[in-house]
């Protein structure tokens, strides 16, 4: 997809209107996400209830595709036990890295619109950004 | 309006792009390749070293251009000139070579907000390292640096100054001599980092009271890695290498070494005199197109892009109202969009600009910006670019979903 089209269909609408951009009011986890070398950043909290993500929102600062991109992954996780979580979580950086199947990036529903990204190195950070993040609260949880 | 300068370079000729990222780095014209790329096919050997023709031609070329550099730059003898790598380079040898022996616990090392990290970085290494101290230059909300603030942060316990020439977010040329003036004054040496400052305007280190003065080829038509550090001749006679091997010495025994007389000592290993050979000819370039030239484009090209963007609603321009202080620089954003995603979307249209922190971040947070999108200029791109740039950056906040 080209660069304006995937902004047009997809990103815009998640980055100027994220449905998930919220506080939540009982997260039982929260991660801090950063981009050092371009100063985007994440707060991902998860409402974790037995192995299960209950609910999840994010606030934050950043360029459109790392906004959009955790607004998407939210939707895709919500509601999820965290295996699953962590299986889409591979899909999609594998659809990145350009590995994944067909089948894996179908089941990222929407975000997979983001697979393009793959050919633009210098955004790749801003796409995974969100997905990162939640890999590492979930390690964190595991390593506990 | 056409430029002439134009059918010198190649890369600009290939397609419609619109390149105004020369800040960063800027093209190279067919006379700086092809002095590349003779010294490639003619005289292509190790120089200093060798007693043959081609060693002695290769020797001769690199010589040359340490003497050019001096030339352009004003140093009164070309003994001053150390050949590096780039800016970064040059610093580092200052700050390894000159700070870590001169500073001690209680000094001070004076630097500006505005700094690129190659120029604030050493420092912080300095200073930890020797218990010195950094202390801060604010400017005013445009970049100014003002008398006010200069002479009350430069005190007898500053040792070095080490400031950008001009701003590679601003664009706004500092006050050097006033600062050398009061650094002088107070004893301390001053550096300047003149990476970009020395593409767009004639500099001479004597007037200008520098101890020290860096720049890089690349941003001033030469190839990437050359680059120089100017010191005064006592200052790099009482400094020790910074770097140790090849070529540096006078004598080795087992167990010790005398070095070579400047600047040979700081130029250790083999050189890149191919650069150097390329940094020649973009020198001469320079020269012919001549620095008044290149100003009276850069500000004509900088006062029409300036006011096309302030034509255009939601856009912010940082620095200066006035384009002549903008050195070709054109920092700004435009409200709701991240500049990674104008930069983006952008690239799409042949557009290329430069977005980000710019390797200044103390300089984003003085300015309460995370980062910024910057459009800058060079003497060979065209009223046209401007035009068509200005009117792209109409259309960001549409492709960006407004």
């Known amino acids: ?144 | 309006m056409t430029n002439a300068y134009r059918e010198d370079f190649p890369i600009l000729l290939q397609d419609d792009t619109i390149y105004f990222d020369n800040a960063a780095t800027s093209q190279r014209p067919r006379q700086v390749t092809e002095a590349m790329r003779y010294f490639d096919e003619n005289c292509n050997a190790n120089p200093m070293r060798g007693l043959y023709r081609w060693s002695i031609e290769a020797t001769e070329r690199y010589e040359q251009a340490r003497a050019d550099a001096a030339e352009l730059i004003g140093a009164a003898d070309s003994r001053e000139i150390v050949f590096t790598r780039n800016t970064t380079e040059s610093i580092n040898l200052a700050a390894y070579s000159w700070a870590l022996h001169n500073l001690k616990e209680g000094d001070e090392i004076v630097v500006s907000v505005m700094e690129h990290h190659s120029n604030l970085l050493p420092w912080q290494m300095a200073a930890r390292q020797t218990g010195a101290k950094l202390v801060f230059l604010e400017p005013e909300p445009d970049g100014t640096l003002t008398e006010q603030e200069i002479t009350s942060k430069i005190t007898e316990k500053t040792r070095l100054v080490a400031i950008g020439h001009v701003s590679n977010v601003m664009g706004v040329t500092n006050p050097v001599k006033l600062i050398a003036q009061t650094a002088h004054k107070a004893g301390a040496l001053v550096l300047v980092d003149g990476a970009q400052s020395t593409p767009h305007m004639q500099v001479n280190v004597q007037e200008l009271g520098a101890d020290f003065y860096a720049f890089s080829g690349h941003k001033m038509l030469g190839p990437m890695g050359i680059g120089v550090l100017y010191a005064r001749k006592e200052l790099l006679e009482e400094m020790p290498p910074f770097l140790s091997g090849g070529e540096m010495i006078e004598y080795v025994s087992r167990e010790s070494a005398t070095y070579a007389e400047i600047p040979h000592k700081f130029e250790a290993g083999t050189v890149n005199a191919s650069g150097a050979a390329g940094l020649s000819a973009a020198i001469r370039y320079l020269k012919n197109v001549g620095y008044d030239t290149i100003r009276e484009r850069e500000e004509c090209l900088t006062a029409r892009l300036m006011e096309g963007l302030r034509g255009l609603p939601y856009i912010t321009i940082y620095g200066s109202e006035d384009p002549k202080k903008h050195c070709g620089i054109v920092t700004f954003n435009i409200e709701g969009c991240h500049p990674h995603d104008v930069a983006s979307v952008l690239d799409t249209e042949n557009v290329a600009i430069r977005a980000g922190h710019h390797c200044a971040q103390p300089l984003m947070k003085f300015l309460g910006v995370g980062s910024t999108a910057r459009a800058s200029l060079y003497f060979y791109n065209t009223e046209e670019e401007v035009d068509r740039f200005v009117e792209k950056i109409g259309k960001v906040r549409g492709w960006l979903g407004y």
């Open chain 1, 1 to 144: 997809m080209e660069l304006k089209t995937l902004y047009r269909e997809i990103v815009n609408e998640h980055n100027l209107h994220p449905e998930h951009k919220r506080n939540l009011e009982n997260p039982t986890m929260v991660l801090e996400g950063v981009n050092p070398s371009c100063g985007d950043d994440i707060n991902l909290q998860l409402e974790i209830r037995d192995g299960v993500i209950t609910d999840a929102a994010f606030n934050g600062n950043g360029c459109a595709i790392s906004q959009a991109s955790a607004d998407m992954m939210i939707d895709l996780i919500m509601g999820k036990p965290l295996e699953e979580a962590m299986r889409l979580q591979k899909s999609f950086m594998g659809m990145i890295q350009g590995t994944a199947s067909e089948e894996e990036i179908e089941e990222l529903e929407e975000a997979a619109a983001l697979q393009d990204i793959s050919h633009m190195p210098a955004r790749v950070k801003c796409a995974v950004l969100g997905w990162r993040t939640m890999r590492e609260m979930v390690e964190k949880l595991e390593g506990e």
